[in-house]
């Protein structure tokens, strides 16, 4: 759901109306998919290029490979253990809705093993760079077709039901019960690459108080765009 659980317990609660609030779902999978799309992009390029990769470059594209994976690890384990009951609750009798989740929970499983994979290869890019960064280049556009593909099904067929079928008090507890519960190995990483991708709208709309961008969240967005920098820019 929220992929790295934005807000903090100290947020109000968000969703509690008729329909549920979707912004932290959409904000996490227009993250995700953006972060495979420029992760794939930049190794292809190096790839194509030919030039030499520093080993520190390459030891921050492989850091930022594992933390990425972290995050959308996260993401799924919440989709598996909460939304994906809580829609099941909502129509039990829908046998389509139920092929449908077990359909989205093998994606599940075919990511996590391209995502082991890519961990795997990306270890091996930091400590050979020139030798393996073709491995890691086709791992990651294989991840980036996959991702896209479960995003867009996910996106089409479960958020019409989300937002018709789930009470929005409903769905804001089982966002709150995943934070309390789910938490990433490197949060304020995570929280900073999230809202990096926000528009003010949604920060608006996912810190706590309203605070479009308060002095707490600053030094985290800080952080991560000077280690995205050293990553995509080199």
Known sequence: MDSERTCDSAAAPRGTGTAPDLTGIRLAHRAMLADIDRLAA????LA???RPVSAGRAAAIAAYVHRY????????????????????DAVPDAADTVAGLVRFADDHEALDALQAACDSAADRFAADPDGRVRELAGLLA????????????????????????????????????IRSTDRAADPAWARGWLLSHATPGELHRLLP?????PAAVRPLLRAYADEAEAVFAG
């Open 42 to 45: 930049l190794l292809a390029g």
């Open 48 to 50: 194509s290029a030919g």
């Open 69 to 88: 994976h972290a995050v959308v690890r996260g993401h799924h384990r919440g989709e598996d253990r909460v939304l994906w009951p809580l829609v099941l």
């Open 142 to 177: 294989r991840q980036r077709d996959l991702l896209a593909r479960h995003v867009a099904a996910e996106e089409e067929h479960l958020f019409p039901l989300l937002t018709g079928r789930v009470p929005g008090a409903a769905y804001a507890a089982a966002e709150a019960g």
């Open 209 to 213: 108080r309203g605070a479009a961008d």
